[in-house]
Protein backbone atom coordinates (compact mmCIF):
# COMPACT_ATOMS: atom_id res chain seq x y z
CA UNK A 1 0.00 0.00 0.00
CA UNK A 2 1.47 3.34 -1.01
CA UNK A 3 1.79 5.89 1.95
CA UNK A 4 1.76 9.22 -0.66
CA UNK A 5 -0.69 11.03 -1.34
CA UNK A 6 -2.22 11.26 -4.22
CA UNK A 7 -1.86 14.28 -6.86
CA UNK A 8 -4.11 17.33 -7.26
CA UNK A 9 -4.82 19.57 -9.87
CA UNK A 10 -5.65 22.94 -9.02
CA UNK A 11 -7.97 25.53 -10.64
CA UNK A 12 -8.37 29.16 -9.48
CA UNK A 13 -11.04 31.57 -10.73
CA UNK A 14 -10.01 35.35 -10.08
CA UNK A 15 -11.79 37.75 -8.95
CA UNK A 16 -11.77 39.48 -11.74
CA UNK A 17 -11.79 36.92 -13.93
CA UNK A 18 -14.92 34.54 -15.55
CA UNK A 19 -12.73 30.98 -16.16
CA UNK A 20 -10.93 29.05 -13.63
CA UNK A 21 -7.01 28.95 -14.12
CA UNK A 22 -4.38 26.14 -13.86
CA UNK A 23 -2.32 27.33 -10.79
CA UNK A 24 -0.37 24.27 -9.97
CA UNK A 25 -0.35 20.57 -8.06
CA UNK A 26 -0.33 19.49 -4.48
CA UNK A 27 -0.67 16.32 -2.64
CA UNK A 28 -3.27 15.93 -0.36
CA UNK A 29 -5.44 12.60 1.44
CA UNK A 30 -8.72 14.12 0.00
CA UNK A 31 -10.87 16.29 -1.97
CA UNK A 32 -11.11 18.50 1.23
CA UNK A 33 -8.03 19.09 2.30
CA UNK A 34 -6.83 19.60 -1.50
CA UNK A 35 -9.32 22.57 -1.48
CA UNK A 36 -7.88 23.71 2.08
CA UNK A 37 -4.54 23.20 1.09
CA UNK A 38 -5.21 25.07 -2.35
CA UNK A 39 -6.31 28.00 -0.73
CA UNK A 40 -3.38 28.05 1.59
CA UNK A 41 -0.76 27.98 -1.16
CA UNK A 42 -2.50 30.32 -3.94
CA UNK A 43 -4.57 31.92 -2.78
CA UNK A 44 -2.55 33.70 -0.05
CA UNK A 45 -3.33 37.70 -1.24
CA UNK A 46 -7.54 37.08 -0.99
CA UNK A 47 -7.24 36.80 -5.16
CA UNK A 48 -9.65 33.75 -5.46
CA UNK A 49 -13.29 33.60 -5.50
CA UNK A 50 -13.33 29.68 -6.55
CA UNK A 51 -11.31 26.76 -6.07
CA UNK A 52 -11.78 23.75 -8.13
CA UNK A 53 -9.54 20.58 -7.68
CA UNK A 54 -9.11 17.85 -10.26
CA UNK A 55 -6.99 14.71 -8.90
CA UNK A 56 -4.24 13.84 -11.71
CA UNK A 57 -5.22 10.60 -12.45
CA UNK A 58 -8.55 11.38 -13.27
CA UNK A 59 -7.57 13.57 -15.91
CA UNK A 60 -7.14 12.12 -19.17
CA UNK A 61 -5.32 14.86 -22.26
CA UNK A 62 -4.35 14.18 -25.32
CA UNK A 63 -1.09 14.17 -26.99
CA UNK A 64 0.60 16.40 -28.94
CA UNK A 65 1.41 13.89 -31.60
CA UNK A 66 -2.61 13.53 -31.85
CA UNK A 67 -3.04 16.94 -33.18
CA UNK A 68 -3.37 16.85 -36.44
CA UNK A 69 -5.85 14.09 -36.73
CA UNK A 70 -7.95 15.58 -33.72
CA UNK A 71 -7.87 19.12 -34.75
CA UNK A 72 -7.27 18.49 -38.53
CA UNK A 73 -11.19 18.27 -39.39
CA UNK A 74 -12.43 21.34 -38.03
CA UNK A 75 -10.65 23.48 -40.69
CA UNK A 76 -12.84 21.79 -42.93
CA UNK A 77 -15.88 23.46 -41.30
CA UNK A 78 -15.48 27.32 -41.80
CA UNK A 79 -18.37 27.96 -40.36
CA UNK A 80 -17.35 27.91 -37.24
CA UNK A 81 -15.12 30.39 -37.58
CA UNK A 82 -16.34 34.06 -36.76
CA UNK A 83 -14.88 35.31 -39.99
CA UNK A 84 -17.53 33.41 -41.70
CA UNK A 85 -20.49 35.44 -41.33
CA UNK A 86 -20.63 38.97 -42.18
CA UNK A 87 -20.44 41.73 -40.02
CA UNK A 88 -23.49 43.98 -40.30
CA UNK A 89 -22.33 47.42 -40.97
CA UNK A 90 -23.86 49.08 -37.86
CA UNK A 91 -21.77 46.73 -35.52
CA UNK A 92 -18.61 48.96 -34.57
CA UNK A 93 -15.77 47.53 -32.54
CA UNK A 94 -16.25 43.91 -32.41
Known sequence: MSKEWPL???FIRSQH???HK???SLHAPDAEMAINHARDVYTRRNEGLSIWVVRASDI???SPGDKEPLFEPANNKVYRHPTFFPMP???KHM
Open 17 to 19: GLA
Open 60 to 62: TAS
Open 89 to 91: EEI
Open 8 to 10: WEV
Open 22 to 24: HVG
